[in-house]
């Protein structure tokens, strides 16, 4: 069965850098865009980062560009997303999902979805 599976959460001082990794198992991943999305408490889960299945083309939520970087390495079934000048309002817990087409923003358009991983940003 399909699994995706986040890694590198943690703690961290606002300012800092995370780097967080989704690896695929299960599906054809060269032939999946890939997103991030993230889930702070009491809010509604919010999109960060989508890639394509190639790598050309990248989105990105206003609230990261220029922080956060999405990436995918095809011979490791692997995303990832760094993230570079944390702030506080970036604690949430981060999923990485899949979809069968292109980049997309909504997370109703994505076919598979990891258990998360927790990202807390201190002051």
């Known amino acids: 069965q399909v699994q995706l599976v986040e890694s590198g959460g943690g703690l961290v001082q606002a300012g800092g850098s995370l780097r967080l990794s989704c690896a695929a198992s299960?599906?054809?991943?060269?032939?999946?865009?890939m997103g991030w999305f993230r889930q702070a408490p009491g809010k509604e889960r919010e999109f960060v980062a989508s890639?394509?299945?190639?790598?050309?083309?990248?989105l990105y939520a206003d609230s990261v560009k220029g922080r956060f970087t999405i990436s995918r390495d095809n011979a490791k079934n692997t995303v990832y997303l760094q993230m570079n000048s944390l702030k506080l309002e970036d604690t949430a817990v981060y999923y990485c999902?899949?979809?069968?087409?292109?980049?997309?923003?909504?997370?109703?358009?994505?076919?598979?979805w990891g258990q998360g991983t927790q990202v807390t940003v201190s002051s």
């Open positions: 890639i394509s299945w190639g790598g050309r083309s990248t």
């Open positions: 299960g599906l054809p991943f060269q032939n999946y865009a």
């Open positions: 999902a899949g979809r069968r087409m292109g980049v997309s923003r909504k997370n109703s358009e994505y076919d598979f």
